[in-house]
């Protein structure tokens, strides 16, 4: 097992990376400060891992919550029902919420934690790729809005983080690709040598190889751990993290929740921005073919979706998070292995982009 911190003062938190750690209930009760546990999952991930988790807090009062599945339900309404379950089983204010899932679970029991009684402790038990490399750490919690993904939420760091490799081998291979997506914007944004890494090593991860998964899970959370720990409320360098991501979260919202995969519009979004990037003369042709090639093998979608206009896309990154005053921002690459975040967009540069990184073109 490796064991990474998350340095934020007080506020400090392990993430615990191994096998098997589901059945180890010491990791989770030394970070349990009460006797009674809410675990919150959804009804995909339930029969696979709750009752094993629950038999772990076998000395707790346990009250689960069971969510439907799918970036579909990330809405207010759904979120507030973890609420009935705390006041109906009457949980008080040394309670301690455990989210049991993927990014969804986990963005939602969080913002549930930050809320509940004004703020009480959570767990991030992450079982996807995904959420294990990106969602479950570094405290964004939320819920999406018609008209905005991720648009209502807080900061609030967890406990600890528990990446337990095992719980893998139950993911699909669309969600394993997805969380490759997260994986490759690490090495795009701040780590060259773990970009040589995955071209050298895609293969294996999307076996499933548990040696290969463990170490890209430990390399990306030290990343944004490094990260996080730097600019914890996304002031300036956190930005970085967002490679690809304000592309993606347009065709999310274009498209439907849950339609496409998060991983797979930020891998699109990663293609958009590093074309930008080639536009700018940041990167070579060359590099761009590299960056492109890499989210092929991974099975990830490097293309927007036909029926975007540019149009579309414009209204729709101005909603995005990443608008400041007014002004787009968007994070490109520097160079390889280098981000950062500008709003000085040529726009002709940005149109060619649209144009060329559609699924029709």
Not at 155 to 181: H, K, N, W
Not at 189 to 200: A, C, G, K
Request: charged share 20%; with cysteine.
């Amino acid at each position: 097992m490796q064991v990474l911190t998350v340095n934020l003062d007080d506020r400090s938190y392990p993430i615990y990376i191994g096998e098997a750690l589901l059945s180890q209930s010491e990791l989770l009760t030394k970070h349990i400060r009460g006797r009674q546990v809410c675990v919150v999952t959804n009804d995909r991930v339930a029969p696979l891992y709750l009752d094993n988790l629950c038999a772990a807090l076998a000395t707790y009062q346990v009250s689960q919550v069971i969510l439907p599945d799918g970036e579909s339900h990330k809405t207010l309404e759904v979120w507030a029902g973890i609420f009935d379950t705390l006041l109906e089983e009457r949980h008080n204010r040394t309670t301690t919420l455990i989210a049991l899932g993927g990014g969804v679970v986990g963005d939602m029991t969080g913002f549930a934690a930050a809320c509940y009684q004004r703020g009480v402790d959570f767990i991030q038990m992450p079982t996807t790729l995904l959420s294990m490399v990106d969602s479950s750490v570094g405290g964004k919690t939320g819920v999406n809005h018609p008209l905005g993904k991720n648009m209502i939420g807080a900061f609030y760091q967890p406990q600890c983080v528990l990446a337990d490799i095992s719980l893998l081998s139950t993911l699909p291979a669309r969600e394993l690709s997805a969380g490759i997506a997260e994986i490759i914007k690490y090495g795009l944004i701040s780590d060259y040598d773990f970009f040589v890494w995955l071209e050298n090593n895609i293969d294996a991860l999307m076996r499933g190889d548990v040696s290969a998964l463990s170490y890209a899970v430990q390399r990306s959370c030290e990343n944004k751990a490094a990260v996080v720990a730097q600019d914890e409320r996304e002031g300036g360098l956190r930005a970085i993290l967002n490679l690809g991501h304000t592309f993606g979260h347009a065709i999310e919202t274009a498209q439907g929740y849950g339609n496409w995969l998060h991983g797979e519009a930020v891998a699109a979004g990663m293609a958009m921005a590093a074309d930008l990037s080639w536009r700018r003369g940041a990167i070579s042709a060359a590099e761009l073919t590299r960056i492109i090639d890499l989210l092929t093998r991974a099975n990830l979608p490097t293309k927007a979706p036909a029926d975007m206009s540019p149009e579309q896309f414009m209204e729709l990154m101005g909603v995005d998070k990443k608008v400041l005053d007014g002004r787009l921002r968007l994070v490109l690459l520097e160079s390889m292995g280098k981000a950062i975040t500008t709003s000085d967009i040529d726009l002709a540069m940005l149109l060619q982009t649209f144009d060329a990184c559609r699924a029709d073109s």
